[in-house]
């Protein structure tokens, strides 16, 4: 059944909510192929199968729909690590690097591409900078917890908040590598080295 | 004296010289401010005071000119990080963290930022692409040789070189974070907290 087909059969509002499900994809698609100079609302609509006023109902601006695009997927990603924190090793070593390793992927996959672009055009595009603040502070502070949470640690020992960070500035470093080559083999030593020093950093900790 | 005086008082190949030097000092600021879309060989030449001639002889495309800005930027970071060895303290703790604070610092500055404009715009730009790719090798190669040479650590020894390029791809990340808003105090608990463990990591190996 084709999408069209599909939406003739659902009630107004499960349409409604479809179509913007498929604008918030199309526009995280396009911004990681074309970057932001491309991801025009035009690009978005046409890749959607939607009209320019249809994707207009349900984002006024531009901004309003890339940084929505971005922080519906950041919301995603997060909540799928979430649920599988129970296939996690239970703890040691083995548990903290399957934590790196998954926080690494959120940071070097088609997503992160997609909101390196619109972070980087926010530099230099003031009604878009403001937005992106916001938004990465939403998102770096939900990205925090889940790597709390999932390394298991009191982030109010001495030193482990800044050691969660560190591992998430560092996952950021590797997606920005990871953004014009494939770095996935230097990315696995590393993975693997961060992730004992880091088991060995949070032991030390009391508590 | 003003630039325009002290260039008539030159002889050709030095008043080349300084008018290659403004070109390629006017391209790093005009990228670091306004990204790639807004860094036009023409601003350039307006920013740098010469004419689009005078630009093109030096360098026949935009993408010769950027490339070689920030070839010649990270030339002289690095140079100047080389140069200061000297004055770090001998060894140690207090070694280590000057010498993290040193490559933070350079990657948090409008030269990275000029840096990451070129890099984000390489993604979508295949002519681009390519030129970015082989100075990045470079670059980062050259990252790596100062940051073993400064924290005086042996990098065949096992695990050092994977350290190594864990701290500069948690130093990009920084620089990443900086880019929107002012991080420095978050950066300033991460290099310290970053210190402290990857002085402990490098003691532990042999040799």
Redesign the interface.
């Known amino acids: 059944m084709s999408g069209a087909e599909l939406a003739h059969r659902l009630p107004q509002q499960d349409r409604s909510r479809a179509t913007r499900a498929r604008l918030l994809d199309a526009a995280v698609d396009c911004l990681a192929?074309?970057?932001w100079?491309?991801s025009t609302v035009a690009v978005v609509a046409e890749r959607a199968g939607v009209t320019r006023g249809a994707l207009q109902h349900h984002f006024p601006t531009r901004e309003d729909l890339f940084t929505a695009a971005i922080e519906h997927v950041a919301a995603e990603r997060m909540a799928f690590v979430r649920a599988r924190l129970d296939e996690l090793p239970e703890h040691g070593p083995a548990r903290t690097e399957a934590v790196v390793s998954m926080i690494v992927r959120m940071y070097t996959d088609q997503y992160f591409?997609a909101a390196?672009?619109l972070?980087?055009?926010?530099?230099?595009e003031e009604p878009l900078?403001e937005r992106?603040?916001a938004l990465?502070n939403r998102v770096g502070r939900e990205a925090h917890r889940v790597a709390v949470a999932s390394l298991g640690v009191d982030e109010y020992a001495a030193?482990v908040?800044?050691?969660v960070?560190?591992t998430?500035?560092?996952?950021?470093?590797?997606?920005?590598?990871n953004?014009?080559?494939d770095d996935s083999d230097?990315r696995t030593?590393?993975v693997?080295?961060?992730s004992?020093?880091?088991d060995?950093?949070l032991a030390e900790q009391p508590g």
């Open positions: 192929r074309l970057g100079t491309g591409r390196l672009h972070w980087v055009a926010a530099a230099t900078r992106v603040v990465e030193g908040r800044e050691t960070q560190a998430l500035d560092m996952a950021r470093g590797l997606g920005l590598a953004l014009l080559t230097r030593r590393i693997a080295r961060w004992a020093i880091l060995a950093a």
